[in-house]
């Protein structure tokens, strides 16, 4: 990210944005500012405001990402007759996911043998061991071509069974595969530390609760009920309000010198 001139020399900020900017780096908070009249009290504001936005995030995400991984995995169960199909039916995914599969049990095992058998293997334990961009992945055209083994072609079969409460008009594997990469996006974003108040909106929370509510009403409605409001009001009320905070936090510090 280039330099910006119109922020103040170094020599020249406070003690409370040079600490900050040390331990936070420039580019970091340089892409949190939005226009050219804002200086370090806006970036560092806008920074806390990112922090905020993608804790009261966190929730909804947290209940995408486990509800599609337990309605897919028990839809592929009930496919192949085997609920413990990612421990028991080898080479039933494709090469990718095969390997991926493999290597997380390798290392269980391995785990396993070093804690002297307190860590047990169970297909739960490798559900939740599996990264959410595993089953995304299965969301993928690859498991629709109908070139592959019957078992293993998961789409449009499994539709119904794992989104069944998605609209019949919207229950396709293009639109669902779409609508949970972009959720993939945002937790990942969110995850990392990477700017996201330019992507998290008032729209974006009600896409994610609309795909949880195509496998589950009640934790959809749950979280209409108790986390929307949460988060529609700290969007709502924006960055200025910690940019306010930034502005006081330096006021007290100068006081104190003051003393």
């Known amino acids: 990210m280039p330099e910006h001139s119109r922020f103040p020399d170094p020599v020249l900020r406070t003690a409370l944005q040079t600490s900050i900017i040390e331990s936070v780096s420039r580019p970091r908070l340089l892409a949190h500012v939005s226009n050219t009249g804002e200086g370090w009290n806006e970036a560092i504001g806008r920074y806390r405001f990112d922090i905020e936005l993608a804790r009261a995030l966190h929730p909804v995400l947290n209940w995408a990402e486990v509800v599609l991984r337990n309605h897919l995995h028990g839809a592929i169960g009930q496919s192949v007759g085997s609920r413990e199909w990612l421990m028991g039916r080898p080479g039933l995914l494709l090469p990718l996911e095969d390997a991926e599969l493999r290597g997380l049990l390798l290392r269980i095992r391995h785990r396993a043998q070093w ?24 969301l993928g055209s690859e498991y629709a071509n109908r070139r592959l083994r019957r078992e293993q072609r998961f789409w449009p079969i499994l539709l119904e069974d794992t989104f069944p409460r998605c609209p019949p008009e919207m229950r396709t594997r293009a639109a669902v595969s779409a609508r949970f990469g972009e959720i993939r996006m945002i937790r990942n974003r969110v995850a990392h530390y990477r700017r996201a108040n330019h992507l998290a909106d008032r729209a974006l929370y009600d896409r994610i609760v609309e795909a949880i509510g195509w496998m589950n009403g009640d934790i959809a409605a749950m979280l209409i009920a108790e986390d929307r409001p949460r988060f529609i009001a700290l969007y709502e009320a924006g960055a200025q309000p910690w940019i306010d905070r930034v502005a006081n936090w330096q006021q007290d510090a100068l006081n104190l010198n003051d003393r």
């Open 115 to 138: 804690r002297r058998g307190q860590i047990r293997l169970s297909e739960d334990l490798v559900i939740g061991e599996l990264p959410f961009g595993f089953w995304t992945r299965l």
